[in-house]
């Protein structure tokens, strides 16, 4: 199962059923183990204050646990503070990028996406820096936006593939993703998705940043991976 596609689903139950006037500010995810359906899920709330509330919730599967997530929500607040943002990158525009297909026997999920590179790093293309990005949307309707940020922050190769010739696996056992006030206020379809290794050390893992801009450049969410490189 899509590492996105589990985090979104632990996300919903962690929300819980019904209407709430809490949005998820930042969802962390760590997946334990590989999950080939949909899990068993659970919630279960840690703190409910006056205006934040962390819940988990857990993924099991014919009773082991696969993975876990804790998820921080606020209740919208009014801007006081000075903003700070990621600006996006100088890249390729979405209506003069081409479309990428990937094998949907390496990546099962990549038949609902479409991805159309916005640099000319491509994984195991033996580039100089450990980045890609690319304009990314999904073809199948995912109705809440949260778990479609989700989704997207999962949708690329590990950026480290981007200076590998060869075939090398690098799962994800944690991601965490921050959504910004615009995910809930701005409808989007297209995004741009930048992921970048940060670092990769001599004991086998290696971090990763995710950046996901609306097409207009409003940045909508960041995202830290750790993987293990195999």
């Known amino acids: 199962m899509h590492g996105g596609l589990l985090a979104a689903a632990l996300l919903r139950a962690a929300r819980g059923p019904g209407p709430s006037d809490r949005l998820p500010v930042e969802t ?5 183990r590989p999950v080939l359906a949909m ?5 279960l709330a840690v703190r409910e204050g006056g205006r934040t509330t962390i819940t988990s919730a857990s993924a099991t599967v014919d009773g082991t646990l696969a993975a876990t997530s804790t998820t921080v929500s606020s209740t919208a607040r009014e801007p006081s503070t000075p903003v700070v943002s ?18 949907p026997e390496f990546v099962p999920i990549s038949t609902k996406m479409e991805i159309r590179p916005a640099t000319p790093g491509l ?4 580039a100089t820096v450990p980045e890609l990005c690319a304009w990314i949307r999904l073809t199948e309707s995912v109705h ?28 994800s056992v944690r ?12 409808p989007f379809d297209w995004v741009l998705v930048r992921a970048t ?14 950046t996901i801009w609306a097409p207009d450049g409003e940045l909508l969410a960041t995202s830290t991976q750790l993987r293990a490189i195999r």
Do not use: C, K, N, Q
Not at 28 to 32: A, D, I, M
Not at 39 to 43: G, K
Not at 123 to 126: D, E, I, L, Q
């Open 123 to 126: 994984p195991y293309s033996g």
């Open 144 to 171: 809440d936006p949260f778990e479609r940020i989700l989704i997207l922050a999962d949708a690329l190769a590990p950026s480290y593939a981007a200076i590998l010739t060869d075939l090398r696996m690098a799962p």
């Open 86 to 103: 990621t600006v996006a990158p100088d890249i390729t525009p979405l209506d003069l990028a081409e479309r990428f297909v990937i094998p």
């Open 39 to 43: 899990p068993d899920l659970e919630r």
């Open 197 to 210: 290794t940060a670092e990769a050390g001599t004991d086998g893992w290696l971090g990763e940043h995710v």
């Open 28 to 32: 962390t995810t760590y997946f334990l």
């Open 175 to 186: 991601m965490t993703v921050r959504f910004t006030p615009a995910v809930a206020r701005l």
